[in-house]
Structure formats: C-alpha cells, structure tokens
C-alpha cells in the first residue's frame, strides 16, 4: 500500500523523501519493524517513541512518522511529521486496514462498572441467534471463536484495527468492545465507525489518570460526542451521569431504567443463587444471572439487541439463555455449606453492589469479604473501598491484590484509613493473598459465603516486578479438598 494513502488524514505537517513508498506493514512498536514497514513513533506516556527511530530505521523501515519536533533523518527513509502521533497511528491504522469498523457493526460501552459483563454476554448472545462476532474485552479478544489475549480494556490503534480486519475477513458481522476512559483520551478509536455506544454508570475509578472526576467523565462523554448521527446512544437514565454523557452527541438516544420510565425497563421480581426473575418491557424472563447491577447488564444487553433489529421475543430467549462472564458473581460450592463467590470488583460502587447482591440474595449466611487494592493506581479509592467492606460485610480479610511497586502492607494501611475501630474489630489482614484465601476458608462458620473480589478473571498476580502465576479457583478447589479431610 502507498505510504501516501496511508497517511492523508493523519495531520500531516511535513513528508521528507518519496509519499508513495510502498508500506508492507505498520506498526507502533519498534520490536516489530520489517523491511518494508511504516514505524509510528507515538509520543506516550513516559516513554517517547521517537527515542526508537533509529531502531526501526536499522531494522529495514521504509518509513517513520513522529510528532514535531524531531532530528531530521536519513534520505533513504520517507520522514512524515505530524501534529499528533497519538491520532496519526489511530488513522494510519484504519486506513492501512482498510477501514474495517465500517464493515461490520461495531458496538462500544463505556462506564465504570460493567463493561466486561455487557460485550461478553452481547458477544455469546448474538452468537447464540446464529451471527459471526468478534469481541474487544479486558479479559480476551475474540474474532469468532478464536481467541487472542489482551493487555489493556481498550489496545493500542494497530492491534484493534488489525483485529477488526481480521473480523472482517472472517464474516462477523458485528464487533462488541470495551471503551475505556484512557483509550477515548489517549485517540486509541480514532477512526473507528461505531453503530451504538453503551454508557452503564460512572463512579469513582482512575482519578490516578485523569486527575479529576470532572476529567475522567469529559473523556468518557467524548465518546458520545463524536458518535454519528447514524448512530445509537445508549444510556443508564438511573444514572445521574447518563444525561450528561450525551448533551453533545447527534446519534439517537435510546434510555434504559430499572427504576422509572424510559424506552425499554426492567424490574427484578425474585432472586435467589440460581438467578433472578426480570420483568423487561412488561414481559418475565428468568436469567442465570443475579444481583440488581446485573438487571442493569441484562437490560443494557437487551436494549442493545433491540436497537440492532432483534425482534423481543427472540432477544428474550436469547438473554434467558446467558451465563457470566469468568470472574463476575463466579461461584463455587464446596464442604460446610461454604459458597465462594468471585469477582472483579476493584472500585466501591462495583465491591458495594457485589456485596449487597450477596446480603440480599442469602441474608442469613455470614458474608466475608476478601480483598486488596492494586498497586501504582488511584490511592483515594482505599478507604472507600474499607469503608464499603465494613458497613456491610460480617467479617474482612485484607490482603494483597497486584501491589506492584507499592509495598503491600502500606495499601492495606491505606484500606484501614477508611475503617472505624468496630470494623477493625472484624478484620483480619494477611498480605500473601494464597494464605488469606486458605485462612478465610478454614475459619469460615458452616454456611458461610466468602466474596474474593478484585482479581475476578486474572489468573496472576503481580507483586513488584514479578508476575507469577495464580489463580483463586486453583487455591478454594485445594482448601476445598483440605475441609472435606478435616
């Protein structure tokens, strides 16, 4: 593909040497030049990609694009400088891919909590009516049913575009991927064609990022800002945020509620372990899913499928028919009666809904809450996030999460700050997260329910730079086995 087709829409400033280069590949990533490949220097945070040019020039690179000001370099290799690297690569990317968003019907949400839930179940739903789907999630990417991991809620503007071309190749007809705030900010959809945009709630979560609340909502609405009017705007009207979201938006706005009127409503009317009983747009439906954050996931889901031409009865079925997502409200029965419940809860409002479902759904069982807080991440949500556990969990362990750098004992000192000398009371604090899990289960009261939350899907954990393996489930199945013996 010519260099110069690539580029037209990625604010060019100046081109040094030949724009019609033929580029056999593209890539933001230095590591991964070829002869042949368009290097995008992306000015990031931290780390300057212009730092690496000369890498790629070594490598073979036909050309390199990079934000001004930058050295002048070598006649051999077409120079593009452009006014935001950050854009470029998201346009350079659709363009070499061939615009691939507008192939298929490519569905985004954002929001603090819920995202995972939304698109995996969207994903499963649409591919149980018989459709071809790909999948963007923090926990996998899915083109049909092949699966890729993923290192970001939202990945970098290559990776998508490449990934949606490859959707497009394999006959999906739609797309359901996560949106984060970091991605909208940092132009990660640049360029990408969205038929609908979910928004689910906004609560407190990566002000270490954004800085402020203020800033971390502006950027999730500058996703319904640059919505088309071809587009759907679909929104949490339960949520004091949801109107805001689209002030500014010309897709059409479609409203879901759980608790007033709107264009499509839900109700729960029972509830138990096994799921709950829904009431949506009038009709009953029994989904294997629980908890009143979820009624807002199933009724997000089913707006969507409705929006997208499915007929109610069939959307119906197909929602009756979901299961969560690995690490949502995932449980585990084992001896004594003991229910482990585990989930991926890691801000206040998800670990505050998580543990109200439990209270609500079994009242009479002991409700022990485990947690942590990750490490090099938003430090104001500790103690709202202790002060949460404390007001409505029986008993506590603290403990390790991904502490990264951060010591784990000065985060859990953290989580403290928010909890008054009754709560301290009932807390244990164990910072090796394995013995916190085993200790928990050994001292739990016959018919208690144990809620591990912050790890959910990840089967790792991350303690300064080290990333080893580890996988809750692996440990309540051992400690499991240890009770059946005692």
Known sequence: MRLSDIIKDCGVLSVQGNPDVEITSLTNDSRR?????L?????????????????????????????????????????????????????AADAYYGHPSGKLRLVGITGTNGKTTTVTL?????????YECGLLSTIANYIGTRRSETANTTSDPVTINSLLAGMVEAGCEYCFMEVSSIGVEQQRIAGLEFCAGIFSNLTHDH??????????????????DRLPASASAIINLDDKHGEVMVQNTRAKVVGY??????????????????????RI??????????????????LAIYTTARVLGVPADEALVALSRLESAKGRLETLRGPKDLSVVIDYAHTPDALENVLKTLRDVAPERQLICLFGCGGDRDKTKRPEMGAVAARLA???????????????????????????????????????RREAIRTA??????????????????????????????????????????LESC
Request: aromatic share 8%; glycine share 8%.
């Open 441 to 482: 289960l050994l001292l739990a009261p016959k018919g208690a329910t144990l809620l591990l939350a912050g790890k959910g899907h990840e089967t790792y954990q991350i303690l300064g730079k080290v990333k080893s393996h580890f996988d809750e489930r692996e440990i309540v199945l051992e400690t499991f086995k240890t």
């Open 281 to 298: 747009d009038g009709r009953e439906v029994w989904t294997r899913l629980i908890g009143a954050h979820n009624a807002y996931n199933l």
């Open 394 to 432: 029986d008993r506590i362990f603290l403990t390790s999460d991904n502490s990264r750098s951060e010591r784990t004992e000065d985060i859990l000192e953290d989580i403290k700050a928010g909890m008054d000398a009754a709560a301290m009371a009932k807390t244990v604090c164990i910072a090796d």
């Open 39 to 91: 290097f995008i220097a992306v000015n990031g945070c931290g780390n300057d990609g212009r730092a690496y040019i000369a890498n790629a020039i070594e490598a073979g690179a036909a050309a390199v694009m990079y934000e001004a000001p930058a050295t002048p370099l070598s006649e051999d290799v077409t120079a593009v400088t452009v006014s935001d690297s950050r854009l470029a690569v998201a346009m």
């Open 257 to 278: 509620s759980c608790r007033g009127a709107a264009d499509h409503t839900a109700r729960i009317l029972e509830e138990s372990f096994e799921g709950m009983l829904l």
């Open 33 to 37: 030049v070829q002869p042949g490949s």
């Open 122 to 130: 969207l994903y499963h739903l649409f591919r149980g009516l018989g």
């Open 207 to 224: 002000l270490d990022y954004h800085g402020t609340f203020a800033e971390y909502l502006r950027c999730k609405k500058l996703f319904f």
